[in-house]
């Protein structure tokens, strides 16, 4: 239970779509510890969108910059930060998240991620011909080393960001 002053960040990790920013930024209000996106992070320090990064420089690129915003936001005041859902997808990454917090999976179905990520089309990973299977792939792929985070957190999909973040606070 987490009452007193964070020692470590909470480090949301999980597929797009599972509410890592949503759930995130309303645990850290609640928390009252900074909330960072890593993802606006990395927009911010580009000045480019996501999708302008994979288009122009490719996911290489953007994997390398991920991590050094990993790197510096971990090496910061502990706090509650989102990452994006290849991030713990990288060995380095995985590291880094274990020395300076908490890994907490937002563990969430393939239905629940397609109705969340069909709307927005934000995603450069999704834009292939046959976006859904993309994601199934995505999923299968991933979820085994997902598993490996230190909280495996059921994102039940009818609850709000509120009632996850008081789930999360109390599975903390
Ligand atoms: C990615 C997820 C995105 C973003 C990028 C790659 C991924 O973040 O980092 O498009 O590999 O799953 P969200 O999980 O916040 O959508």
């Not at 910059?65 to 936001?73: I, S």
Request: proline share 5%; net charge positive; aromatic share 6%.
């Amino acid at each position: 239970c987490m009452k007193q002053r964070l020692r470590r960040h909470i480090v949301l990790i999980g597929m797009m779509g599972a509410g890592k920013t949503a759930v995130g930024s309303e645990l850290a209000r609640r928390l009252r510890v900074p909330f960072t996106d890593v993802d606006s992070e990395i927009e911010a320090a580009a000045a480019m969108t996501i999708s302008e990064i994979f288009a122009r420089d490719g996911e290489a690129f953007f994997r390398d910059r991920e991590t050094q915003v990993l790197a510096r936001v971990l090496g910061g005041p502990p706090g509650v930060v989102s990452t994006g859902g290849g991030a713990w997808m990288r060995g380095e990454n995985r590291e880094l998240i274990r020395a300076h917090g908490l890994s907490v999976w937002l563990n969430c179905d393939l239905e629940t991620l397609w109705h969340r990520v069909r709307q927005r089309s934000t995603r450069p990973l999704l834009k292939t011909a046959d976006p859904k299977g993309t994601l199934a792939a995505l999923i299968e792929q991933r979820y085994p080393v997902y598993a490996r985070a230190d909280l495996n957190f059921p994102a039940r999909p009818a609850d709000s960001v509120e009632t996850s973040a008081t789930r999360l606070i109390e599975a903390i």
